[in-house]
């Protein structure tokens, strides 16, 4: 990777945005089936080892996150902007993100008794700040450097030091790994999984990880001025990372719960793959009609997500007739004949169309909500 000879050009990627707002609608999706006891394998996540399509859509969006802060920070260093007006900014938008995942999980009745404190969107928070900090204060290769520390040390934690009353970790086992044990050890509050956490203390770090990698392939784009070879490597690095990954998988499994090192190189193998894909496909041969949803949702992410999130109250929780929404739904469905997963898929694209609406308000209206 060389840097350009000029300064780095940060052009808008439809591709990108739309890849942005793709996985936010995928999220939409797989969090709000019609029925949880009637639900296609896919569209669950792994009980443990392994990977479905639905286990790629997180480890995605944290490696677009990466990808942005790329394109967006080059921009405004190179117009001149001051680091100190941008850590406050950094700050600030995480502080929000992470508060704004507080409040979705403590809303509608606000039990501050049980609250989780980690999640989805205070894991964004806390990827955005490191990898944002360590754009502006590191070069790339500093951060290759980084990066594989991190990952490595991960595994001979998780994978080899001993833990007390259990000895060698056995990651075939839930649970029987530093990652839930810290979790459980220290982390106050609600867990997801009752004594460890998806979104936990020690898995954290590898899912920076996954953002360094996203800042790596958007300072690839800046750097490779040439289309075609800049899509050639794109491909190359994306290949080799999958492969990576499922190499590794054999000595450290691919496990979206701890977020293994192997399922960070697999899934952000993939995510450069679908990049690449999309790039060539969108931007460089024009082909941008099928990604209006994607571009919608990618317009104000953070905003359709926590919106997805506190509409479940009414489609979810309020009772009509003594029934829910989704229930009146399921049951009018398979009632006159469909098969109970297809009822449950076709709530929950419906729902994510539903607040595709608010989102396409606010694009049409050319607001966007800066989180």
């Avoid at 080059?74 to 950094?90: M, Q």
């Avoid at 490595?152 to 000895?167: K, Q």
């Avoid at 419906?350 to 050319?366: E, G, H, N, Q, S």
Wanted: hydrophobic letters at 50%.
């Amino acid at each position: 990777m060389t840097a350009a000879s000029a300064p780095a050009k940060s052009p808008r990627l439809v591709s990108l945005d739309a890849l942005r707002g793709f996985t936010i609608a995928a999220m939409v999706i797989v969090n709000d089936p019609g029925s949880w006891s009637s639900v296609y394998w896919p569209l669950l996540h792994a009980e443990w080892n392994g990977c479905t399509i639905t286990d790629l859509i997180f480890p995605f969006f944290l490696f677009i996150v990466g990808v942005s802060i790329a394109l967006a920070y080059s921009k405004r260093l190179d117009a001149g902007a001051e680091k100190k007006s941008l850590y406050r900014k950094i700050l600030i938008r995480s502080l929000n993100i992470y508060l704004l995942g507080l409040f979705l999980w403590l809303f509608p009745d606000f039990d501050f008794s049980n609250i989780r404190w980690v999640g989805v969107l205070p894991r964004i928070a806390f990827v955005f700040l490191a990898c944002a900090l360590l754009f502006l204060n590191t070069s790339w290769k500093q951060q290759i450097k980084i990066g594989a520390v991190i990952l490595i040390l991960y595994y001979i934690i998780v994978a080899y030091i001993p833990m007390p009353g259990i000895g060698k970790p056995d990651l075939s086992v839930v649970g029987q790994n530093w990652a839930c044990h810290l979790d459980n050890l220290i982390l106050p509050g609600y867990l997801w999984q009752e004594t460890w956490d998806p979104e936990g203390i020690l898995s954290t770090f590898p899912a920076i990880g996954s953002g360094i990698i996203g800042m790596l392939i958007g300072k690839l784009y800046l750097s490779v001025q040439d289309e075609n070879k800049r899509l050639v490597w794109l491909y190359f690095i994306g290949f080799s990372m999958f492969l990576a990954g499922g190499f590794w998988n054999w000595f450290f499994p691919i496990n979206k719960n701890i977020w293994t090192s192997s399922y960070v190189l697999y899934t952000s193998g993939l995510g450069t793959l679908g990049l690449a894909t999309c790039i060539l496909v969108v931007d460089m041969w024009g082909y941008k009609k099928w990604t209006f949803l994607g571009r919608v949702y990618g317009a104000n992410a953070i905003t359709s997500y926590v919106l997805a999130g506190m509409l479940t109250v009414v489609f979810y929780g309020m009772k009509i007739g003594g029934a829910s929404l989704n229930e009146w739904f399921m049951s009018g469905l398979t009632t006159i004949g469909f098969h109970a997963k297809l009822a449950s898929l076709l709530y929950a694209v419906i729902y994510m169309l539903i607040i595709f609406i608010p989102a396409y308000i606010l694009y049409r209206k050319k607001i966007f909500i800066k989180v």
